[in-house]
């Protein structure tokens, strides 16, 4: 903990779009797999999205073809798309970082989608 700045989530409707960003602090950045997971209530954290150092990308079913994983590296970021958003999609989302064994995590931000 410590080691990232998110920002992004907020409350939207079904349908709509939202930008998450995780700023980390962590040296070697580029040598990281950076992941969004996301914890609904009851539920367990699950993997959403993730990208390797040079831009390999893995996702959840639930979210193919709706949310898109990118990275800066020489900003040390981590931005997850989220397009057609659905009221499954209501979860408190975290920025994570993995390297040899070693997981990092963020204080997570809500992302509440409701009319």
């Known amino acids: 903990q410590g080691q990232f700045v998110e920002s992004g989530g907020g409350l939207v409707q079904p349908g709509g779009s939202l930008r998450l960003s995780c700023a980390s602090s962590?040296?070697?950045?580029?040598?990281?797999?950076m992941g969004w997971y996301r914890q609904a209530p009851g539920k367990q954290r699950e993997l959403v999205a993730a990208i390797s150092g040079v831009g390999d990308t893995n996702y959840a079913d639930s979210v193919k073809g709706r949310f898109t994983i990118s990275r800066d590296n020489a900003k040390k970021s981590v931005y997850l798309q989220m397009n057609t958003l659905k009221p499954e999609d209501t979860a408190v989302y975290y920025c994570?970082?993995?390297?040899?064994?070693?997981?990092?995590w963020g204080q997570g931000t809500q992302v509440t989608v409701s009319n």
């Open positions: 962590l040296s070697i950045f580029m040598f990281y797999t």
């Open positions: 994570n970082a993995h390297v040899a064994g070693m997981d990092y």
